[in-house]
Protein backbone atom coordinates (compact mmCIF):
# COMPACT_ATOMS: atom_id res chain seq x y z
CA UNK A 1 0.00 0.00 0.00
CA UNK A 2 1.41 3.50 -1.03
CA UNK A 3 0.46 6.18 1.11
CA UNK A 4 1.79 9.11 0.40
CA UNK A 5 3.08 9.65 4.33
CA UNK A 6 6.66 10.69 3.75
CA UNK A 7 8.67 7.84 6.45
CA UNK A 8 11.19 10.66 7.12
CA UNK A 9 8.61 12.66 9.02
CA UNK A 10 7.72 9.69 11.14
CA UNK A 11 10.51 10.54 13.54
CA UNK A 12 9.88 10.99 17.08
CA UNK A 13 10.55 14.04 19.34
CA UNK A 14 14.17 12.88 20.04
CA UNK A 15 14.59 12.55 16.37
CA UNK A 16 14.02 8.25 16.32
CA UNK A 17 12.61 6.54 13.47
CA UNK A 18 9.56 3.91 13.99
CA UNK A 19 11.28 0.47 12.60
CA UNK A 20 9.69 -1.87 14.81
CA UNK A 21 6.19 -2.74 15.60
CA UNK A 22 6.08 -5.69 18.94
CA UNK A 23 2.82 -7.01 17.92
CA UNK A 24 0.87 -9.02 21.39
CA UNK A 25 -1.53 -11.30 20.48
CA UNK A 26 -3.04 -12.54 23.54
CA UNK A 27 -2.83 -11.55 26.70
CA UNK A 28 -3.04 -15.15 28.25
CA UNK A 29 -0.36 -17.68 28.85
CA UNK A 30 0.57 -21.23 29.87
CA UNK A 31 2.94 -20.36 32.29
CA UNK A 32 3.01 -18.33 35.55
CA UNK A 33 6.58 -17.03 35.64
CA UNK A 34 7.51 -15.92 38.86
CA UNK A 35 8.87 -12.45 38.21
CA UNK A 36 6.20 -12.13 35.00
CA UNK A 37 2.90 -13.63 36.32
CA UNK A 38 2.65 -14.16 39.33
CA UNK A 39 0.05 -16.56 40.53
CA UNK A 40 -0.89 -14.23 43.17
CA UNK A 41 -2.07 -11.84 41.01
CA UNK A 42 -2.55 -13.83 37.68
CA UNK A 43 -4.78 -16.66 39.66
CA UNK A 44 -7.58 -18.81 38.89
CA UNK A 45 -9.83 -15.10 39.08
CA UNK A 46 -7.85 -13.04 37.32
CA UNK A 47 -9.69 -11.44 34.34
CA UNK A 48 -8.23 -11.84 30.96
CA UNK A 49 -9.57 -10.17 27.56
CA UNK A 50 -12.42 -11.62 26.23
CA UNK A 51 -11.78 -12.91 22.53
CA UNK A 52 -14.15 -10.07 20.92
CA UNK A 53 -11.65 -7.14 23.03
CA UNK A 54 -8.68 -8.91 21.06
CA UNK A 55 -7.74 -7.27 17.79
CA UNK A 56 -8.78 -9.64 15.20
CA UNK A 57 -6.24 -11.08 12.30
CA UNK A 58 -7.43 -8.64 10.08
CA UNK A 59 -7.21 -5.77 11.97
CA UNK A 60 -3.89 -6.56 13.19
CA UNK A 61 -3.03 -7.23 9.20
CA UNK A 62 -4.46 -3.65 9.00
CA UNK A 63 -2.58 -1.70 11.38
CA UNK A 64 0.86 -3.85 10.59
CA UNK A 65 0.50 -2.69 6.97
CA UNK A 66 -0.04 1.14 7.95
CA UNK A 67 2.84 0.79 10.33
CA UNK A 68 5.57 -0.43 7.45
CA UNK A 69 4.00 2.31 5.28
CA UNK A 70 5.61 4.68 7.66
CA UNK A 71 8.55 3.16 8.46
CA UNK A 72 8.42 0.14 10.03
CA UNK A 73 10.42 -2.68 9.14
CA UNK A 74 10.90 -5.22 11.66
CA UNK A 75 7.43 -7.02 13.35
CA UNK A 76 8.01 -9.27 16.23
CA UNK A 77 4.45 -11.21 17.50
CA UNK A 78 4.61 -11.57 21.12
CA UNK A 79 2.13 -12.11 24.42
CA UNK A 80 1.38 -13.53 26.87
CA UNK A 81 2.72 -16.39 25.08
CA UNK A 82 2.00 -15.80 20.81
CA UNK A 83 1.43 -19.36 20.06
CA UNK A 84 -1.63 -19.82 22.52
CA UNK A 85 -3.49 -17.32 20.00
CA UNK A 86 -5.22 -20.34 17.78
CA UNK A 87 -4.43 -20.11 13.87
CA UNK A 88 -1.46 -18.28 14.52
CA UNK A 89 -0.29 -19.38 11.30
CA UNK A 90 -2.77 -17.58 9.52
CA UNK A 91 -1.26 -14.06 10.98
CA UNK A 92 2.10 -15.12 10.04
CA UNK A 93 1.26 -15.77 6.55
CA UNK A 94 -1.07 -12.20 6.20
CA UNK A 95 2.07 -10.49 7.77
CA UNK A 96 4.92 -12.12 5.96
CA UNK A 97 2.84 -10.79 2.70
CA UNK A 98 3.54 -7.10 3.28
CA UNK A 99 5.63 -5.25 1.41
CA UNK A 100 7.91 -2.18 2.54
CA UNK A 101 7.68 0.80 0.55
CA UNK A 102 10.83 -0.43 -1.55
CA UNK A 103 9.23 -3.74 -2.10
CA UNK A 104 10.85 -5.56 0.15
CA UNK A 105 9.29 -8.06 2.50
CA UNK A 106 9.23 -7.84 6.36
CA UNK A 107 11.69 -9.07 8.85
CA UNK A 108 9.10 -11.32 10.71
CA UNK A 109 10.01 -13.04 14.23
CA UNK A 110 8.33 -14.24 17.14
CA UNK A 111 8.94 -14.52 21.14
CA UNK A 112 7.88 -17.28 22.59
CA UNK A 113 8.00 -19.70 25.63
CA UNK A 114 8.96 -22.76 23.75
CA UNK A 115 6.21 -25.03 25.26
CA UNK A 116 4.23 -25.48 21.61
CA UNK A 117 6.93 -24.92 19.56
CA UNK A 118 8.46 -28.25 18.85
CA UNK A 119 4.86 -29.14 17.15
CA UNK A 120 4.30 -26.16 15.32
CA UNK A 121 7.92 -24.54 13.77
CA UNK A 122 7.11 -26.27 10.53
CA UNK A 123 3.96 -24.63 10.33
CA UNK A 124 5.71 -21.71 11.35
CA UNK A 125 8.26 -21.58 9.05
CA UNK A 126 5.66 -22.64 6.17
CA UNK A 127 3.65 -19.81 7.06
CA UNK A 128 6.40 -17.06 6.53
CA UNK A 129 7.91 -16.51 10.20
CA UNK A 130 11.58 -15.96 9.86
CA UNK A 131 12.50 -16.20 13.01
CA UNK A 132 11.91 -16.95 16.68
CA UNK A 133 13.25 -16.18 19.82
CA UNK A 134 12.82 -18.98 23.21
CA UNK A 135 13.21 -17.77 26.66
CA UNK A 136 14.95 -19.83 28.55
CA UNK A 137 15.95 -18.80 32.38
CA UNK A 138 17.72 -21.91 33.74
CA UNK A 139 18.73 -25.56 32.54
CA UNK A 140 17.98 -27.20 36.13
CA UNK A 141 14.62 -28.98 35.51
CA UNK A 142 13.58 -28.33 38.88
CA UNK A 143 14.95 -24.68 39.01
CA UNK A 144 13.19 -24.52 35.60
CA UNK A 145 9.83 -25.63 36.70
CA UNK A 146 10.06 -23.43 40.36
CA UNK A 147 10.46 -20.72 37.48
CA UNK A 148 7.74 -21.45 35.07
CA UNK A 149 5.37 -22.48 38.22
CA UNK A 150 3.41 -24.66 36.36
CA UNK A 151 6.12 -27.93 35.92
CA UNK A 152 6.74 -27.36 32.45
CA UNK A 153 9.90 -29.35 31.76
CA UNK A 154 12.80 -27.73 30.65
CA UNK A 155 13.81 -31.03 28.34
CA UNK A 156 10.69 -29.88 26.26
CA UNK A 157 11.76 -26.57 25.51
CA UNK A 158 15.39 -27.75 25.33
CA UNK A 159 14.18 -29.77 22.04
CA UNK A 160 11.09 -27.00 21.14
CA UNK A 161 15.20 -24.92 20.15
CA UNK A 162 16.01 -27.82 18.51
CA UNK A 163 12.92 -28.04 16.29
CA UNK A 164 12.49 -24.57 15.47
CA UNK A 165 16.42 -24.37 14.29
CA UNK A 166 15.74 -27.57 12.34
CA UNK A 167 12.37 -26.00 10.50
CA UNK A 168 15.03 -22.86 9.29
CA UNK A 169 13.39 -21.05 12.04
CA UNK A 170 17.40 -19.98 12.39
CA UNK A 171 19.79 -18.85 14.48
CA UNK A 172 17.17 -19.47 17.11
CA UNK A 173 17.89 -16.59 19.68
CA UNK A 174 17.47 -17.68 23.73
CA UNK A 175 16.72 -14.97 26.17
CA UNK A 176 18.11 -15.57 29.66
CA UNK A 177 16.78 -12.76 32.12
CA UNK A 178 18.88 -13.07 35.49
CA UNK A 179 17.70 -12.35 38.44
CA UNK A 180 20.38 -12.14 41.48
CA UNK A 181 20.23 -15.60 43.32
CA UNK A 182 18.03 -17.35 41.33
CA UNK A 183 19.65 -18.18 38.24
CA UNK A 184 23.01 -16.04 37.75
CA UNK A 185 25.31 -19.40 39.11
CA UNK A 186 24.10 -20.61 36.00
CA UNK A 187 25.64 -17.69 33.78
CA UNK A 188 28.85 -20.21 32.49
CA UNK A 189 26.44 -23.53 31.70
CA UNK A 190 24.19 -21.55 29.88
CA UNK A 191 27.09 -20.10 27.94
CA UNK A 192 28.77 -23.62 27.58
CA UNK A 193 25.33 -25.56 26.67
CA UNK A 194 24.46 -22.93 23.60
CA UNK A 195 28.41 -22.10 22.71
CA UNK A 196 28.64 -24.01 19.28
CA UNK A 197 24.94 -24.96 18.29
CA UNK A 198 24.63 -21.83 16.29
CA UNK A 199 21.88 -21.02 18.67
CA UNK A 200 22.11 -16.72 20.16
CA UNK A 201 22.32 -16.71 23.97
CA UNK A 202 21.26 -13.46 25.32
CA UNK A 203 21.68 -12.64 28.72
CA UNK A 204 18.87 -10.03 29.75
CA UNK A 205 18.71 -7.64 33.04
CA UNK A 206 15.84 -8.17 35.32
CA UNK A 207 13.50 -4.85 34.50
CA UNK A 208 11.39 -3.08 36.66
CA UNK A 209 8.29 -3.83 34.51
CA UNK A 210 5.04 -3.90 35.80
CA UNK A 211 3.90 -3.62 39.16
CA UNK A 212 3.39 -7.74 39.85
CA UNK A 213 6.99 -8.85 40.80
CA UNK A 214 8.55 -6.70 43.32
CA UNK A 215 11.65 -5.34 41.46
CA UNK A 216 14.23 -4.26 43.49
CA UNK A 217 17.48 -2.96 41.83
CA UNK A 218 19.91 -5.47 43.81
CA UNK A 219 18.60 -8.43 42.01
CA UNK A 220 19.98 -7.00 38.77
CA UNK A 221 22.40 -8.78 37.80
CA UNK A 222 24.73 -6.09 35.43
CA UNK A 223 26.06 -7.57 31.77
CA UNK A 224 29.47 -6.32 32.77
CA UNK A 225 29.26 -8.97 35.38
CA UNK A 226 28.11 -11.73 33.14
CA UNK A 227 30.96 -11.14 30.34
CA UNK A 228 33.71 -10.70 32.53
CA UNK A 229 32.15 -14.61 34.27
CA UNK A 230 32.29 -15.75 30.59
CA UNK A 231 35.31 -14.15 29.68
CA UNK A 232 37.25 -15.88 32.68
CA UNK A 233 37.00 -18.88 30.99
CA UNK A 234 36.39 -18.21 27.23
CA UNK A 235 38.39 -15.18 25.36
CA UNK A 236 35.72 -12.97 24.11
CA UNK A 237 35.57 -10.15 21.00
CA UNK A 238 33.00 -7.67 20.68
CA UNK A 239 31.16 -7.66 17.80
CA UNK A 240 30.18 -4.85 15.62
CA UNK A 241 26.30 -4.03 15.46
CA UNK A 242 24.44 -5.32 12.85
CA UNK A 243 22.06 -3.15 12.58
CA UNK A 244 20.68 0.58 14.83
CA UNK A 245 18.77 0.15 17.08
CA UNK A 246 19.89 -3.33 17.96
CA UNK A 247 18.90 -4.12 21.96
CA UNK A 248 22.01 -6.48 22.31
CA UNK A 249 25.60 -5.79 22.81
CA UNK A 250 27.21 -8.97 20.41
CA UNK A 251 30.48 -10.77 21.56
CA UNK A 252 31.94 -13.40 19.85
CA UNK A 253 33.66 -16.34 21.08
CA UNK A 254 37.50 -15.36 19.74
CA UNK A 255 37.59 -19.49 18.79
CA UNK A 256 35.09 -19.02 16.36
CA UNK A 257 32.79 -21.23 18.40
CA UNK A 258 29.87 -18.60 18.15
CA UNK A 259 28.13 -15.23 19.77
CA UNK A 260 26.26 -14.73 23.30
CA UNK A 261 24.61 -10.98 23.58
CA UNK A 262 24.06 -9.17 26.39
CA UNK A 263 20.77 -6.56 26.73
CA UNK A 264 21.63 -4.12 29.64
CA UNK A 265 18.37 -2.68 29.85
CA UNK A 266 19.04 -1.14 33.28
CA UNK A 267 22.89 -0.65 33.60
CA UNK A 268 23.44 0.68 30.03
CA UNK A 269 20.03 2.78 28.32
CA UNK A 270 19.75 2.05 24.96
CA UNK A 271 16.94 4.60 24.86
CA UNK A 272 18.88 7.05 22.24
CA UNK A 273 18.10 4.17 19.83
CA UNK A 274 15.02 3.09 20.25
CA UNK A 275 12.72 2.34 17.65
CA UNK A 276 10.30 0.13 19.21
CA UNK A 277 6.51 0.36 19.35
CA UNK A 278 4.34 -2.16 21.06
CA UNK A 279 0.88 -2.47 20.37
CA UNK A 280 -1.07 -4.38 23.08
CA UNK A 281 -3.53 -7.75 22.27
CA UNK A 282 -6.64 -5.21 21.93
CA UNK A 283 -4.89 -2.66 19.99
CA UNK A 284 -3.47 0.06 22.83
CA UNK A 285 -0.45 1.57 21.18
CA UNK A 286 2.82 2.01 23.92
CA UNK A 287 5.61 3.74 22.69
CA UNK A 288 7.23 2.59 25.78
CA UNK A 289 8.06 -0.30 27.70
CA UNK A 290 7.63 1.72 30.84
CA UNK A 291 4.93 3.91 29.18
CA UNK A 292 2.08 4.60 31.99
CA UNK A 293 -1.04 4.73 29.57
CA UNK A 294 -1.60 3.56 25.71
CA UNK A 295 -3.67 4.96 22.75
CA UNK A 296 -6.77 3.03 21.78
CA UNK A 297 -6.02 2.22 18.26
CA UNK A 298 -8.44 -0.52 18.32
CA UNK A 299 -11.51 2.11 18.37
CA UNK A 300 -10.40 3.78 15.23
CA UNK A 301 -9.99 0.49 13.22
CA UNK A 302 -13.37 -0.50 14.12
CA UNK A 303 -14.55 3.03 13.01
CA UNK A 304 -14.87 4.10 9.04
CA UNK A 305 -11.65 5.38 9.41
CA UNK A 306 -9.62 4.96 6.25
CA UNK A 307 -5.90 3.85 6.07
CA UNK A 308 -4.82 7.48 5.64
CA UNK A 309 -6.85 8.62 8.67
CA UNK A 310 -4.96 6.05 10.85
CA UNK A 311 -1.81 6.40 9.50
CA UNK A 312 -1.73 10.14 10.08
CA UNK A 313 -2.60 8.88 13.57
CA UNK A 314 0.18 6.37 14.35
CA UNK A 315 2.23 9.05 12.50
CA UNK A 316 0.92 11.52 15.29
CA UNK A 317 1.90 9.50 18.01
CA UNK A 318 5.13 8.67 17.50
CA UNK A 319 6.03 12.26 16.56
CA UNK A 320 5.28 13.25 19.78
CA UNK A 321 6.63 10.56 21.52
CA UNK A 322 9.07 11.82 23.88
CA UNK A 323 10.14 8.27 26.06
CA UNK A 324 13.08 7.57 27.37
CA UNK A 325 12.63 5.67 30.61
CA UNK A 326 15.65 3.80 30.99
CA UNK A 327 17.69 6.83 31.37
CA UNK A 328 15.75 8.74 34.13
CA UNK A 329 15.40 5.22 35.72
CA UNK A 330 17.70 5.92 38.59
CA UNK A 331 16.31 9.29 39.36
CA UNK A 332 12.59 8.14 39.60
CA UNK A 333 11.50 7.42 42.93
CA UNK A 334 9.29 3.47 43.35
CA UNK A 335 5.58 4.11 42.74
CA UNK A 336 6.35 7.55 40.51
CA UNK A 337 4.54 6.08 37.44
CA UNK A 338 1.81 3.52 36.80
CA UNK A 339 3.52 0.37 34.90
CA UNK A 340 1.91 -1.69 32.20
CA UNK A 341 2.33 -5.69 32.81
CA UNK A 342 5.07 -7.12 30.40
CA UNK A 343 2.94 -10.56 30.07
CA UNK A 344 0.10 -7.71 28.40
CA UNK A 345 2.88 -5.64 26.47
CA UNK A 346 4.94 -8.55 25.66
CA UNK A 347 9.18 -8.17 25.71
N1 LIG B 1 5.58 -15.66 26.60
C1 LIG B 1 6.60 -15.32 25.69
C2 LIG B 1 7.96 -15.62 26.27
O1 LIG B 1 8.06 -15.81 27.49
O2 LIG B 1 8.90 -15.62 25.50
C3 LIG B 1 6.55 -13.90 25.17
C4 LIG B 1 6.16 -12.82 26.13
S1 LIG B 1 7.29 -12.57 27.49
C5 LIG B 1 6.49 -11.24 28.35
C6 LIG B 1 8.64 -11.82 26.64
C7 LIG B 1 9.95 -11.78 27.38
O3 LIG B 1 9.85 -10.88 28.47
C8 LIG B 1 10.42 -13.09 27.97
O4 LIG B 1 11.70 -13.39 27.45
C9 LIG B 1 10.51 -12.81 29.44
O5 LIG B 1 11.55 -13.52 30.06
C10 LIG B 1 10.74 -11.32 29.46
N2 LIG B 1 10.43 -10.68 30.73
C11 LIG B 1 9.28 -10.76 31.45
N3 LIG B 1 9.38 -10.02 32.58
C12 LIG B 1 10.63 -9.45 32.55
C13 LIG B 1 11.34 -8.57 33.42
N4 LIG B 1 10.81 -8.13 34.54
N5 LIG B 1 12.60 -8.19 33.07
C14 LIG B 1 13.15 -8.65 31.91
N6 LIG B 1 12.54 -9.46 31.06
C15 LIG B 1 11.29 -9.87 31.37
FE1 LIG C 1 4.29 -16.25 30.11
FE2 LIG C 1 6.37 -15.28 28.85
FE3 LIG C 1 5.46 -14.06 31.05
FE4 LIG C 1 6.62 -16.42 31.31
S1 LIG C 1 7.60 -14.55 30.56
S2 LIG C 1 4.68 -15.81 32.24
S3 LIG C 1 6.07 -17.43 29.46
S4 LIG C 1 4.39 -14.24 29.16
FE1 LIG D 1 12.73 2.20 24.44
FE2 LIG D 1 11.36 2.95 26.60
FE3 LIG D 1 13.06 0.87 26.72
FE4 LIG D 1 14.00 3.38 26.52
S1 LIG D 1 12.86 2.53 28.23
S2 LIG D 1 14.70 1.56 25.35
S3 LIG D 1 12.41 4.30 25.19
S4 LIG D 1 11.17 1.00 25.49
Redesign the pocket.
Known amino acids: MALNVDPIRVADARGRALRDLRI ?1 VTDR ?1 N ?1 R ?1 V ?2 MPKEVFGKDFQFRERSELLSFEEIERLASIAVSLGVSKLRL ?5 LLRRGIEDLISRLAALRTPEGKPVDLAM ?4 SALAIKAAALKEAGLNRV ?3 L ?1 SLDNERFQAINDVKFPVDKVLAAIEAAAQAGLGPVKI ?1 T ?1 LKRGVNDDEILDLAEHFRGTGHILRF ?7 AS ?1 Q ?1 KLDEVVPSAEVIKRISARHRLEPAAPTQLGETAKRWNYADGSGEIGVIS ?1 VTGAFCGDCTRARVSAEGRLYTCLFASEGTDLRALLRSDADDRDIALALGGLWNKRDDNYSELRAALEPGDRKRIE ?2 YI ?2
Open positions: SCFCYCTGGEPTTNGTVSDNVIEYMDVGNWSMSGG
